[in-house]
């Protein structure tokens, strides 16, 4: 058996990505995958107590979070859904280009993901904003008077409105949820941002493209705790 | 210091001697389990202490041996876990009778009110050899009452009621701690709980400056605050008959059975909205920062004492407490 | 296959040696130079901690308080709590011991993500830094349980910046668990399967697993706490609608299993030391290895047994106590197993030894006495007094440090290069036995009897177990301050050791002492169980002159 630094200097030679306390390329990749995926565990873990919170008071104050969630606009988060699902495409066909070696299709998917991330981001403020307005972001300027579900149908004076305090409850998960996605969106985009520069200057080739397939995970991951959020806060009473 | 020296706490209550009994096979056990170590230990180090000419023998393991000490050890902490189930049970079951005294705790002392109207802070009286129920709640942060006489505790929350009922057996004077820590006096949150004879505790209850029974300030409250226009005790209100609903199921309107517990007529006075009786519209105005922890106390014992004619709630054993009003 | 060295590692390249001056060591990835990053980082919040305690126990001789005013003890305990649990005993054994040691046991050059362990480092840093700050800036005064809404609403104290300095020590601990699994997964020699691997690696592995899934349930709780500070928001405030028993779940769902991450690396050096001086394989290695596995996993499911008189309902305080007993047996087997270990065996009694024998006895207590606290019979009374301290500092004192400390002095040739003094090594390791059980024993009389914990004042009756207990605190500070004074002692005059002293088992042995920057001449190839004392056999005479004898 050669000497490990023999094997180094040979491997360094063909994998000039290869770490030093690596013994080839296929085990370095094999443990930033196994690495990427651990890191998406305890992301599971981060955001499953912000949900274990919700499912917490969905279930006790079930009509008020139904007429918090009515306040949201479906339309801006139906969209939003869309373009994530389309960045989750793009980072694909990103992968896809750099398998191929092309190098420019990579560098265009990435942005392209980037845009379409930003373009996320830049709903989110604009749903923010109007939360703002209409006074619903939790805290001293709170305020709320807003119908239960269903609740059109009786007469007037019979009418049953929620309550302030638990539709505060909704809108502080509301925040807390979304910002923490929003908050790992912009490090994804920075993490794109950054994979697309290196990406441009040649880095990534058919032999060595485990950054943007980790990237690629992390990504899909945002991505799928968005369906649940959107599922969750936007999508609860829309039945009526 | 050296003056009274005890190792062991004193025992005033029905439970105390339930938990010492387990406690002290818990001390058994372990006793024995930490000697057996201990001196097998010892006997190890010293018998196969490294010797001239002599090597360690390698062993892998038994599978019998594993089997044996983990099956052991695990039915003797079956016997430790389900004796302690039990007396756990049991001290979470108020029996039905109980004498019962509202608790709220504040930072950072304990106040006391009968059934009677007598109110303590810091100071309980009870009698001995009578249940007694504790409902508590508290008015900022999360406190406990811990009686260690009576070798019992229950913490005490804000928004909610929490219970703790307990028999004392010797009368006599017995610490009561805060032991949920809960700010700069969370130490200096200390009481007594003043276990009495039946016949001074009479004597004690009947003193004092003219207490209007709770029952009674709760009925004031009732009406000064509006309730009996809605809640008539027959069937034309606009809310719920509340003769005899204490303790009851309740139908809701959308199709959940709850008890009507001290919870469920807090909830009910501060949040109507949670929980409607089917039947019924939801119109009750809430009440939130209307009234305080004392006054919902109040009411609730004035809710308890609406009982159905034929069915009667027991009454009250103190006979400063009114007779349960007719409406 | 023992290679004995000679003490030539003056002039042969190691990792002490390899590169000079700050940046070289501030910058440094080789697994070894960040371990001691951390062993130094770790100790000087020991001595924070330790200090915090010392004064607790100064406070604490007098049954009304007349040290300090009471807002003051409140800070001292919490501040005392949380530098230890999040700065000390959970990075402790992993940062220090499994960072330096796990890839030579396992033949790899280096942990798989050496950057990322520098990171975690740098992490460890920051959060001390914000936990500095909140100590420098007036302290915190919330436990360090931070239960709501005392936390959230009613305290003016630093929550924020100690929440922070946790929030981000913990992200320190998921990225060390996240690294050390792959590397187990991934970087073994050829030839170590995974019944080949030692305890120690097995238990990290386990460890880490717990860092990884259960931190972030705590990081998420903090950040809501101090959203709550900010926004007002009312998660956790009854008063708009939130409920208190919910953070109490969430922070406990870490917390509980936070304790075997504090135990479960010790238990790895127990039992690398007890193998090599009773010169046997370990008894039943594969229910060792179960064991902690087992008890990583059952860990998750048993946490609000912190809860029993919280307010939680009957049927759930029934299934965690039960399940609570379900964990204490594979912790049972394991001291079995030690115990069986030593059957037969060829014992010695250097210092590493006698602190595993410590660990075992002092153990054995503290998991007894968590089966009290199991009880619902038993905990409604026990709950939140001096009970609950005693058993808890059993485990994390009486085991956890003396683990570390019976560690330290194993492997202290290997890391330094350098003998211990091996006298003073005995009589600290007695100090701190006798030390520890005359502070902590009384506390299990004082627990029973009534008094609660975190009070600044108590009743007279309390006094004397206080007082026996504060004497037994400056006893075992003594017994702390030892080690540290010999082992930096040694750092220059102490006698250079061999590859292995010990003649022990376990391939870091192979390796010179200190290692080379790359920890193997050569690419080692395993073919050989764990703990093969059979073949290594006993210490050869020649080789037992290189051990100092007597100081």
């Given at each position: ?42 992301e599971v873990m981060f955001f499953g107590g912000l949900f274990c919170a919700y499912l917490v008071y969905r279930y006790k104050y079930f009509a008020d979070f139904g007429s918090a969630s009515q306040q949201l606009d479906i339309?801006?988060g139906t969209?939003?859904t ?45 749903e923010?904003?109007?939360k703002?307005?209409?006074?619903h972001v939790p805290g001293?300027?709170f305020s709320y008077h807003e119908l239960l579900p269903g609740q059109q149908r009786f007469?007037?004076?019979?009418r049953q409105y929620a309550n302030p305090h638990h539709a505060e409850m909704f809108f502080s998960l509301y925040f807390a949820m979304t910002g923490m996605h ?42 799928i705790v968005w369906i649940y959020l959107f599922g969750l806060l936007y999508l609860i009473d829309r039945h009526r | ?91 979470r ?42 409902i508590m709640t508290s008015?900022?942060v999360i ?11 229950q913490d005490v929350l804000p928004g909610r009621y929490t219970t ?76 719920p008959?509340?003769?005899?609903v204490f303790g009851k199921r309740v139908l809701l309107e959308d199709g959940r059975t709850v008890t009507a517990d001290e919870n469920y007529i807090r909830e009910s006075i501060l949040e109507p909205g949670a929980k409607i009786v089917q039947g019924f519209k939801p119109v009750m105005p809430t009440f939130q ?7 919902l106390?109040?009411?609730i ?27 | ?144 349980t931070f239960y709501t809404p005392l936390s959230t609403e ?59 899934l259960g931190?972030p349930v705590v990081a998420i709780t903090i950040v809501l706490v101090a959203l709550e500070r900010?926004f007002h928001l009312g998660v956790f405030n009854p008063a708009l609608g939130g409920d208190p028993l919910l953070f109490q779940h969430l922070f406990w769902f870490y917390s509980h299993p ?42 998750f499911l048993v946490w609000a047994h912190h809860m029993f008189v919280a307010g939680i309902s009957i049927y759930a305080a029934l299934i965690f106590s039960l399940l ?228």
């Amino acid at each position: 058996m050669p000497t490990s630094q023999a094997v180094v200097d040979e491997h360094a030679h063909e994998h000039p990505e290869l770490l030093h306390h690596f013994a080839t390329a296929g085990q370095q990749k094999n443990a930033a995958s196994l690495g990427m995926w651990l890191f998406l565990a305890q992301e599971v873990m981060f955001f499953g107590g912000l949900f274990c919170a919700y499912l917490v008071y969905r279930y006790k104050y079930f009509a008020d979070f139904g007429s918090a969630s009515q306040q949201l606009d479906i339309r801006l988060g139906t969209t939003n859904t869309v373009v994530l699902i389309c960045s989750s495409l793009t980072v694909v066909l990103a992968i896809r280009a750099v398998q191929l070696g092309k190098r420019m299709a990579l560098v265009f998917w990435l942005v392209a993901t980037i845009l379409l991330g930003l373009a996320f981001l830049g709903i989110k403020a604009d749903e923010y904003a109007e939360k703002f307005e209409k006074h619903h972001v939790p805290g001293a300027s709170f305020s709320y008077h807003e119908l239960l579900p269903g609740q059109q149908r009786f007469p007037e004076a019979e009418r049953q409105y929620a309550n302030p305090h638990h539709a505060e409850m909704f809108f502080s998960l509301y925040f807390a949820m979304t910002g923490m996605h929003a908050l790992h969106m912009v490090i994804g985009v920075g993490l794109f941002g950054y994979l697309a520069y290196k990406g441009w200057r040649g880095k990534y080739t058919p032999a060595y493209y485990t950054p943007i397939e980790n990237a690629g995970l992390y990504w899909h991951f945002v991505d799928i705790v968005w369906i649940y959020l959107f599922g969750l806060l936007y999508l609860i009473d829309r039945h009526r | 210091m050296f003056g009274h020296f005890p190792l062991w706490p004193e025992s005033a209550s029905t439970a105390a001697g339930n938990v010492d009994a387990l406690y002290i096979f818990l001390l058994l056990v372990s006793g024995i389990m930490t000697t057996l170590i201990f001196t097998v230990l010892t006997i190890f180090a010293v018998r196969f202490r490294k010797q001239k000419g002599q090597r360690a023998v390698q062993i892998e393991g038994s599978h019998h041996l594993e089997i044996t000490w983990s099956i052991i050890p695990f039915c003797v902490m079956m016997v430790f876990y389900i004796w302690g189930a039990v007396i756990f049970f049991q001290e979470r079951t108020p029996p039905q009778d109980a004498t019962e005294v509202y608790t709220v705790a504040k930072q950072w002392m304990w106040k006391f009110e009968h059934q009677g109207g007598q109110r303590e802070i810091n100071e309980l009286h009870v009698p001995v050899g009578r249940d007694v129920k504790m409902i508590m709640t508290s008015q900022d942060v999360i406190h406990s009452f811990f009686v260690p006489a009576f070798r019992l505790k229950q913490d005490v929350l804000p928004g909610r009621y929490t219970t703790l009922w307990f028999r004392a057996t010797k009368p006599g004077t017995y610490h009561l701690f805060c032991s949920q820590y809960c700010g700069t006096q969370h130490s200096g949150m200390i009481g007594w709980i003043v276990v009495m004879e039946p016949r001074d505790y009479e004597a004690w209850m009947s003193g004092g400056s003219g207490n209007q029974p709770l029952a009674v300030t709760g009925e004031k409250l009732f009406s000064e605050l509006g309730c009996v226009t809605c809640h008539r005790s027959d069937t034309q209100g606009r809310g719920p008959n509340l003769v005899g609903v204490f303790g009851k199921r309740v139908l809701l309107e959308d199709g959940r059975t709850v008890t009507a517990d001290e919870n469920y007529i807090r909830e009910s006075i501060l949040e109507p909205g949670a929980k409607i009786v089917q039947g019924f519209k939801p119109v009750m105005p809430t009440f939130q920062g209307q009234v305080d922890d004392e006054q919902l106390n109040a009411l609730i014992e004035y809710v308890k004492s609406l009982a159905a004619p034929q069915s009667g709630r027991s009454a009250n054993t103190s006979p400063a407490a009114g007779a349960s009003p007719q409406l | 296959m023992a290679t004995t060295d000679g003490p030539d590692f003056g002039e042969r390249e190691n990792y002490l040696n390899a590169g000079h001056g700050l940046k070289s060591w501030l910058l440094t990835v080789d697994h070894k130079r960040i371990a001691l990053l951390y062993l130094i980082s770790i100790t000087f919040f020991f001595f924070i901690g330790g200090f915090f305690a010392l004064l607790i126990r100064l406070e604490l001789l007098t049954p009304v308080g007349e040290l300090v005013q009471s807002d003051t003890y409140n800070k001292l305990f919490t501040m005392h709590g949380q530098v230890m649990v999040f700065f000390f005993v959970i990075p402790g054994v992993p940062a220090v011991l499994g960072n330096f040691l796990m890839p030579l046991m396992i033949g790899a050059k280096d942990l798989a993500f050496p950057r990322i362990n520098l990171l975690s480092w740098y992490l460890y840093v920051i959060g001390g830094i914000f936990m500095m700050y909140t100590i420098l800036n007036g302290g915190v005064d919330t436990g360090w349980t931070f239960y709501t809404p005392l936390s959230t609403e009613f305290l003016k104290t630093n929550v924020i910046s100690a929440a922070l300095g946790i929030f981000v020590a913990g992200f320190s601990s998921i990225l060390t668990g996240l690294n050390f699994i792959v590397t187990i997964h991934r970087m073994r020699a050829p030839g170590m399967t995974w019944n080949r691997l030692p305890l120690f690696v097995w238990a990290h592995y386990a460890t880490s697993i717990i860092q990884v899934l259960g931190t972030p349930v705590v990081a998420i709780t903090i950040v809501l706490v101090a959203l709550e500070r900010l926004f007002h928001l009312g998660v956790f405030n009854p008063a708009l609608g939130g409920d208190p028993l919910l953070f109490q779940h969430l922070f406990w769902f870490y917390s509980h299993p936070a304790v075997y991450i504090m135990i479960l690396p010790s238990m790895g050096i127990i039992s690398e030391i007890v193998c090599c001086f009773s010169r046997k394989r370990i008894f039943g290695y594969t229910a060792m290895t179960l064991a902690v596995v087992g008890i990583a996993v059952i860990g998750f499911l048993v946490w609000a047994h912190h809860m029993f008189v919280a307010g939680i309902s009957i049927y759930a305080a029934l299934i965690f106590s039960l399940l609570s007993y379900f964990v204490a047996v594979p912790s049972a087997i394991k001291v079995f197993n030690w115990t069986a270990t030593m059957y037969k065996g060829s014992i010695t009694y250097q210092t590493p030894m006698l602190y595993a024998f410590g660990f075992i006895g002092l153990f054995t207590i503290g998991g007894l006495t968590g089966l009290f606290l199991a009880c619902l019979g038993v905990d409604p009374h026990v709950h939140d007094t001096y009970f609950v301290i005693a058993h808890f500092h059993y485990i994390m004192v009486g085991g956890m440090v003396m683990a570390y400390l019976g560690g330290m002095h194993f492997w202290w040739p290997k890391i330094s290069g350098r003998m211990y003094p091996e006298g003073w090594g005995k009589l600290a390791a007695l100090i701190v036995f006798i030390g520890f059980n005359l502070t902590f024993f009384p506390q299990f009389i004082l627990g029973y009897m009534g008094m609660p914990r975190r009070y600044h004042s108590y009743p007279a009756e309390f006094q004397i177990l206080n007082v026996l207990s504060t004497a037994g605190a400056t006893i075992l500070a003594v017994g702390y301050l030892l080690p540290m004074v010999y082992f930096t002692w040694s750092m220059r005059y102490g006698k250079p050791a061999p590859a292995n002293p010990w003649n022990a088992a376990g391939l870091e042995w192979q390796t010179h002492s200190p290692p080379p920057t790359f920890n193997f001449d050569e690419q080692p190839i395993v073919t050989w169980e764990a703990y093969n004392y059979d073949e290594i056999g006993e210490v050869p005479e020649k080789e037992r002159e290189e051990v100092p004898v007597a100081h």
